[in-house]
């Protein structure tokens, strides 16, 4: 008689959290054409964790774990949390409401409880990390976790164009400096190429910026509409966005998480070219 090997239901729960997270690990890839979500899936309620589980039809790899990165940020508040900026202010701006870990390793003690843009995406960047790199606290050196705290080790603000925080809180195309330049660990992809859980920079024509997690394409009445994730004034903080039409959306620039590995191997000393078009978004044609 053969032996039969049981399995206890927390074995069987590990083993298939372990699958789940080796099928994550890949970049996610487009077939280079536009891609719009159903209108079922463009979101009616400003505040929700359901970013994996909508958008999963979209997407699998890395961009996948990025949009549960997304509802992990999220639950640390369902309300919004609040906005703030104001580098003068006492205490100063928070980029994000809560002690951000990169591999359990503390990255901000958040001077409150508000966030803005570049701090909300950036907090989803770090949770899809750890994600990705459950075991990543014993790989990473002490020079590359530093590059990506977000507060000088006095607690002041570390200023825009330092290090990878930096890069990424940077005007400007803040997500392409840090994930494509500074630290290989990204890509650019044309708007038509853009998928759920990439990360975007929008300029507005009035001008400024916004630093976003995209979330997809969608078409109404003949007019590109565009929903993402992000923390707004008009929001109260974190909050998913619907947009249509973009006639206040100048340029953007996309980037999509590709080779995480490299966070273990980036050049912290690595230079940037801030001077970048944009990429003007049209609606594309029938």
């Known amino acids: 008689m053969m032996n ?19 099928e994550s690990r890949h970049a996610t890839t487009d077939n280079g054409k536009w891609l719009f979500i159903d209108t079922t899936d463009i979101p009616n309620v400003k505040q929700h964790l359901n970013h994996e589980s909508v958008f999963k039809k979209y997407v699998d790899g890395y961009n996948l774990l990025v949009l549960k990165a997304v509802d992990v ?7 919004g949390g609040g906005y703030f900026t104001g580098i003068k202010a006492k205490p100063t701006e928070s980029p994000i ?24 995406s950036y907090g989803v960047l770090i949770e899809a990390l750890n994600f990705i790199f459950p075991d990543g606290g014993s790989k ?4 590359r976790y530093e590059s990506f705290r977000m507060q000088e080790p006095d607690g002041s603000r570390r200023e825009d164009q330092i290090k990878f925080w930096g890069k990424w809180n940077d ?8 994930l494509v330049q ?15 859980g990439d990360f975007a920079n929008i300029a507005w024509t009035a001008g400024l910026g916004h630093s976003v997690v995209f979330l997809g394409w969608f078409k109404k009445n003949d007019e590109l509409g565009m929903v993402f994730w992000s923390s707004q004034k008009s929001t109260n903080g974190f909050s998913d966005v619907v947009m249509c039409p973009l006639s206040k959306v100048k340029s953007v620039k996309i980037v999509r998480l590709t080779h995480p590995e490299k966070v273990f191997t980036f050049d912290v000393r690595q230079t940037v070219n801030r001077d970048l078009p944009g990429d003007v978004v049209s609606t594309p044609k029938r």
């Open 4 to 22: 039969r090997v049981l399995f206890s239901s927390a074995t069987l729960c590990l083993f298939l959290s372990f699958s789940i997270a080796q």
């Open 73 to 79: 940020v999220q639950s640390h508040a369902m309300d």
């Open 97 to 120: 409401g809560y002690e951000v870990k990169l591999f359990g390793k503390s990255l901000l003690n958040p001077p409150r409880t508000t966030s803005y843009c570049s701090g909300s």
């Open 140 to 143: 990473i050196s002490d020079d």
């Open 171 to 178: 005007d400007g195309w803040g997500t392409q400096y840090a």
């Open 182 to 196: 500074y630290s290989g660990m990204g890509e650019e992809v044309t708007p038509e190429r853009a998928r759920p």
